[in-house]
């Protein structure tokens, strides 16, 4: 079975397709998005081809679509997203006989969609690409809605463009590949959506989490669908983040923090640092006087039910300092005047975007918290 999700852009929209196997159509379904006329370049690091490029590859073949030369095959890795890979992209790109009419292919997880999607936007400027995502948390996430970019020193994401795809394939069989770890670190974003502004859905995910986690395909596909189309549907009313869609960062400036804390590393997942951050800002709305502490233990308990950790003090190994933490907000691209922008909840399903919040309230939820 698959899902089509719309993402309503006018002449730039685009078709999200959800579902097991979508990687073996992808051939034609690239076909009826951008042609057959097309030089494809694919691009995706050492961990997702050995797994997924020669599916990739024969789906490609069997529509006849034209080469642009072998793969571009990149390190895995968070520490990817950086100038110096975006460089060494480009330059395998252009060694390729790059033109204006080529289509870049970007197989792989949030990192290879980000850069690949940077690539796509500056080269020449600009280019088509197609995301295959291969992770649930690019499937649900960093795949729709055209944000691209990469690290540097100073936080994540702070160098980059908004760049719509042509097309995302998101074969949600694909995610039985992954390590469960990798896989929770999808689910958070999941739970983020219900947490937004569906709170069926998070009382649907109370439910039937742990079968997404676990593979079931109705379940998954549900879950991405659902997650895909909350997104469209705010990408398509905000596209550049001017308002509502600054909603999507629910427990980001507290996750983003966490990830630079640990530079980056293999300490922390993305989507390990956005459940902390999704705890800590229902535990920030607690003590705001905004949300009941009802909910705030509703969320905590469910992200630990699952695995996720939920507070900073289940990072094992890393000094975490309080004060650091908010430094690394006030470095966040989403500061407005210099005070940090936070996404507050009244309950669940209820998320708002709050600028004006005293930074001692912040840093009396960034002491370690106690399990669910």
């Known amino acids: ?204 995910l109370e439910r039937h989490g742990a079968a997404v986690i676990a593979g079931d395909q109705d379940a998954r596909r549900h879950a991405v669908e659902t997650s895909c189309r909350a997104k469209a549907a705010i990408v398509g009313a905000d596209e550049r983040e001017s308002g509502a869609r600054a909603l999507l960062n629910l427990g980001h400036t507290f996750g983003h923090a966490l990830e630079a804390a640990c530079d980056f590393g293999d300490t922390l997942t993305h989507g390990e640092g956005v459940a902390i951050g999704l705890a800590l800002a229902f535990d920030l709305s607690v003590v705001l006087g905004l949300a009941p502490a009802a909910d705030a233990l509703r969320v905590r308990r469910h992200l630990f039910e699952v695995g996720l950790p939920t507070g900073p003090a289940d990072v094992p190994g890393v000094p975490w300092h309080p004060g650091h933490l908010l430094a690394h907000m006030g470095r966040d691209k989403k500061v407005r005047d210099g005070r940090i922008a936070f996404v507050l909840a009244r309950g669940i399903g209820q998320a708002f975007l709050a600028t004006e919040v005293d930074p001692v309230e912040v840093l009396k939820v960034l002491e370690p918290q106690p399990q669910a």
Not at 3 to 15: A, C, I, M, N, W
Not at 90 to 95: K, M, S, T, V, W
Not at 96 to 124: C, Q
């Open 1 to 204: 079975m698959r899902d089509v999700v719309r993402v309503e852009l006018g002449s730039r929209g685009y078709d999200i397709v959800v579902g097991p196997g979508v990687i073996a159509e992808a051939g034609r379904l690239i076909a009826g998005a951008i042609g057959k006329h097309r030089r494809l370049i694919v691009v995706t690091d050492q961990t997702v081809a050995s797994r997924h490029l020669a599916a990739l590859q024969q789906a490609l073949d069997r529509e006849g679509l034209a080469d642009g030369g072998p793969a571009v095959i990149l390190p895995p890795g968070e520490r990817t997203k950086d100038f110096d890979h975006l460089e060494q992209l480009l330059d395998a790109l252009f060694a390729r006989g790059l033109e204006r009419s080529t289509v870049l292919v970007a197989l792989g997880g949030g990192v290879v969609g980000d850069l690949v999607g940077f690539a796509a936007a500056i080269a020449l400027r600009g280019l088509d690409f197609v995301q295959i995502p291969t992770t649930l948390l690019a499937q649900v996430d960093s795949s729709v809605g055209g944000k691209t970019g990469i690290n540097n020193r100073h936080g994540k994401n702070l160098i980059g463009a908004f760049h719509q795809p042509r097309l995302v394939l998101a074969d949600t069989r694909v995610v039985d590949t992954l390590a469960r770890r990798e896989v929770l670190s999808g689910y958070a974003e999941v739970v983020k959506y219900g947490l937004i502004n569906d709170p069926a859905f998070f009382e649907w």
